[in-house]
């Protein structure tokens, strides 16, 4: 049977006081090659953002309830195809997890040491 196949990266997050998820759909195809993706789910600011080869895809509002949500799930960042009956293709060379978001100057050096490592 054959799949459709969406190679655009989905980032879906969601903070721990919150019972909405936030979503963002990349635009670039991910299957033409290798690239860098960076998200960072901002809990402070409230915001969720995704960068592919260091070019801005989107930023939305991380919802919070205030503290008053009846939300018993773990705080979360899930990848996918943006469509649940469609596959992503594609392979994760690295994955780098922070526990906090870092400026654009810090960014752009971890984009540096990427590209450089992996000869992108």
């Not at 260091?54 to 991380?62: F, H, N, P, Q, R």
């Not at 594609?90 to 450089?116: I, P």
């Amino acid at each position: 049977m054959s799949r459709t196949l969406h190679n655009k990266l989905e980032i879906i997050a969601r903070r721990l006081d919150a019972d909405a998820n936030a979503i963002i759909v990349g635009t670039t195809n991910v299957g033409t090659g290798w690239h860098i993706s960076t998200v960072v789910a901002d809990n402070i600011a409230g915001t969720l953002n995704l960068w592919m080869d260091a070019v801005s895809e989107g930023s939305t509002t991380l919802a919070s309830s205030g503290g008053n949500s009846s939300n018993t799930d773990t705080a979360v960042v899930q990848l996918s195809s943006g469509n649940a009956a469609i596959d992503l293709v594609g392979n994760l060379a690295e994955v780098l997890v922070y526990n906090s978001a870092h400026d654009a100057a810090t960014r752009a050096r971890m984009w540096g040491y990427l590209r450089n490592k992996w000869g992108l």
